[in-house]
Each structure stands twice: as C-alpha cells, then as structure tokens.
C-alpha cells in the first residue's frame, strides 16, 4: 500500500489494509493524482510518509523485498491467531509465502508442519524450520493429522476439497485462506461443526504491523530467499512462475529497468 484514506476506524487502528475509504496498492491502484500505480516497474513513488517503511541494515533490500507483501501477509494472521509455544501451524504450500510463514512460525516457538505438492520441496521446508513435512498427494497425511492443529494458514488457492484442511483443525482451531481462487470455497458445515472450528482470511497487513515484522525478521535472521533478475529476464521468469520453478520468490533489479 501507497496510500489509505487515515480517518476511517480501521485506518485509526492502524489496520490500513482495510480502509473503508479505499486503500491504494503499491501496484494497479489510482493514486491521488489519478494516475495508475506501477510498483516496483516504477523508478520512483512518491508516497505519503505514513507509509514508508525502515528496511533493518541485516536484511538485504533484495531479500526484503518480498517481505513488504508475502512476509506481512504471513505474519498478520500468525500474530492475530497468536502463533507461539506450545501452538501447531500448519501451513499449506511451500512456495514464496510458505517459505517466508515457515521461518517465522519457527521463530514465534510455534510447531510447524508444511503440506505440500512437491516431495523435492522437503528439505527446504526442513532446513527453513519446519518439523515435519507432508504431501498434500497422499490420503494418508489428512488421516493421521486429523485434528492435529490450532492454525491452518493456506497459501494455495483451493477451493474443492477443502474439508479435508478443515479436518486437520483441533478444537477451537482456525483455518486461514490467503489465495483467491476463481470459483467459491466449498465447505461441508459439518466439518465446520466438528470440533468448533472457524474459517477466515486476512489481507496483507497494517503499516505499524509491517515495521514490526521487518523488526522481527531482522531479529530472528528471516528473510525471503530470491532469484534476482535483470528486466530484460521477465519473459523468462514469468515462465518459469507458471511453472513454479522458482525458489522462492523473483526480484527485479530495477536498475536494469
Ligand atoms: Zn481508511
């Protein structure tokens, strides 16, 4: 976000990713001067104090790139559901934001097990901090984890077959859906009945809360892990995105723009 109205009650509470008066993203937003946002195509943005952020020294500008949208967009909802000792996260795909989510889940002493696609994604998921790493392929791993966890944060769009996430919730648990898939969730209401369990989303995070996971990524040694590129590579990248050949997240030097 470059922009948010700052008078509505979320933006007083310092949650301007849901500005009732019309937030404006960093990328494909209009601004106040009626022109289109570009991101990080751009070579500057002029942008409202209230939204600049303070990268820590340790944290390379190229790896804490990634952190101002999947990391805060991890963070958020394992703060809000309170990640920490003697809590199990269960986090649903291991690509740039599972990889990020993993780091940090670790880093609040939570117990954390990734589900994945890919067996080749293992040993990444174990080095970053995971306890244990299971393949979303196999039925086995919905059986034995049944009502295994407090907080299940997906970061895949999945829309059928849902209760069987639902199923790995333990009592009170919460599921967390970050993706935007193209069709409607579909939910049995009685997973939803079975062991009081809820389903949320949340969108990225406030600004407050952004400095502090930039804090706290420096403290504990969290970082995106990228490939960074040249502009005339984005072809290419896009590609390889669409292949989810990518470890874990592509960064434009943008001063090759
Ligand atoms: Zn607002």
Redesign the pocket.
Known sequence: MVD?????E??LAGL?QY???GRTLTYNSIGRDGKRTDGGYSQHIVVDERFVVRIPESVALANAAPLLCAGITMYSPLRHWKAGPGSKVAIIGFGGLGHVGVQMAKAMGAQTTVLDLSPEKRDDALRLGAEDFRLSTEPETFTSLDSAFDLVISTVPIYVGLDRYLGLLARDGVYVNLAVPAQPLSISATTLLTNRRSIAGTRSGGIAETQEMLDFCAEHGISAEVEVIHADGIDDAYRRLLAGNVRFRFVIDNTTL
């Open positions: 948010a109205c700052g008078k509505c979320n933006c301007e500005c009732s008066g």
